[in-house]
């Protein structure tokens, strides 16, 4: 009794079911993930600013001298640099994604780690306003994060 058995597999109805809970899903899914992509990449830029602030204030007291942070171009989201006495210790290439508006065009640590005047710097997503977040530089040159706007 060749070929009387039960056949396999899934019947077309199955199958459209299937494709129709798992395009549900991915639509409920995709605009979560969106706005993680977008969290995470400011997240990211504001830990890069956090991290230059850190080293340009060690180089300063290590090197007992100033060590300046400025913006390259017209705006801080096309990139920055740390001088020391004329030497680059680190640059930063554009950041897409994100809006930084910075308090000022360019900083400086002093030999004791100390800034002249507060800094503020608001990073904003470019594709929602409401995620954002605040890095501020106190006169002691201790960084601090916030989310939200400044």
């Known amino acids: 009794m060749l070929g009387l058995g039960r056949q396999r597999g899934y ?8 494709l ?11 605009p979560s993930f969106n706005d993680f992509i977008r969290t995470q990449r400011l997240r990211s830029v504001a830990s890069d600013l956090n991290a230059t602030f850190q080293l340009a204030r060690s180089e300063a ?3 007992n001298a100033d060590v300046t942070i400025s913006r390259v171009g017209s705006g801080w989201v096309e990139g920055w640099t740390v001088i020391s006495a004329g030497n680059t210790l680190r640059s930063q290439d554009a950041v897409s994604g994100v809006n930084i508006t910075g308090s ?3 900083f400086a640590f002093r030999s004791n780690g100390r800034i002249d005047s507060s800094v503020t710097f608001s990073l904003v997503s470019s594709a929602s306003s409401s995620v954002a977040k605040c890095v501020r ?6 960084t601090i994060t916030d989310d939200g706007s400044c």
């Open 61 to 63: 007291v290590k090197r």
């Open 11 to 18: 019947t077309l109805l199955e199958l459209m079911v299937t």
């Open 104 to 106: 000022a065009d360019s």
């Open 20 to 30: 129709g809970i798992v395009a549900i899903l991915a639509g409920v899914a995709v």
């Open 137 to 142: 530089v106190s006169l002691s040159g201790s």
